[in-house]
């Protein structure tokens, strides 16, 4: 399994990309850097998406990447929790201000919503996908992606503390968990619903409380503005738990 991160951050600027991640070229996850990042050619190999909550930075590029499609003749589902395809429904394809792809071209519409209970595993393009809830300030799930071979990898999307729940449904070699604010803006992240590394080395304790050991861990959803710091503070927790924890970066490839 390939994942390739196509944005690492929760706002763009000049060689910085929302948050979106890309599986073997055929997989995507969640939408703020898909159309920047890839080439039309490129996008219309994208066979499912999936979407783990309804905030701009994780969905933006719905509208742009069902354009692509549209003009290259190609098809793609998308996946996620009845949240998030009624915010697409009423706002970025409510047909006001992009058309509702849904229904484009009529014989074959170039996308398709369908919807996945957390909980339960399903089979999408060759993949076990299976969706956790996750603690965030709106309904929110986190994905893990399995492949054929038994290769696994679990990605929280935008989540606050509080995910022994979810560590007891998975089991993955490569954890891709948000770490958003600095440890100084511990209270903001509380209450926003996202995690600082103070925050993330809590989680990780749990996670190896309730699976007995700790993955390969790569952060992102990084704020710009503290990315040192936001470094500094994540090689600590890594020194302290004795484990790999890798700054995501637009471009990062990894293999598992």
Request: with cysteine.
């Amino acid at each position: 399994m390939n994942i390739r991160v196509l944005g690492a951050h929760n706002y763009e600027g000049q060689n910085l990309k929302m948050v979106s991640l890309l599986i073997d070229d055929v997989l995507a996850i969640d939408a703020g850097a898909l159309t920047y990042s890839l080439s039309p050619e490129a996008q219309r190999k994208i066979k499912a998406l999936l979407l783990t909550h309804y905030h701009y930075d994780h969905i933006r590029d719905v509208p742009a990447l069902a354009m692509c499609l549209l003009f290259g003749g190609a098809t793609t589902r998308i996946y996620s929790i009845p949240a998030v395809f009624d915010i697409l429904d009423r706002h970025l394809l409510s047909g006001e201000i992009y058309p509702d792809f849904r229904k484009e071209p009529e014989q074959n519409p170039t996308i398709s919503f369908n919807k996945i209970e957390p909980h339960k595993a399903e089979l999408i393009e060759g993949y076990s996908v299976l969706a956790v809830p996750v603690s965030h300030s709106i309904p929110a799930v986190g994905y893990q992606v399995t492949a054929a071979d038994g290769k696994t990898v679990f990605y929280t999307g935008d989540t606050g503390p509080g995910l022994a729940d979810c560590w007891r449904q998975i089991s993955p070699q490569l954890l891709i968990i948000e770490v958003t604010y600095t440890d100084e803006h511990i209270e903001r992240a509380y209450r926003a619903g996202h995690l600082t590394p103070a925050l993330l080395k809590r989680e990780l304790e749990s996670f190896k409380e309730v699976r007995g050991h700790l993955p390969q861990v790569v952060a992102i959803h990084i704020t710009p503005d503290f990315e040192e710091e936001i470094t500094a503070g994540v090689a600590v927790v890594a020194q302290e738990l004795d484990c790999s924890i890798t700054i995501a970066r637009e471009g990062m490839e990894i293999s598992i």
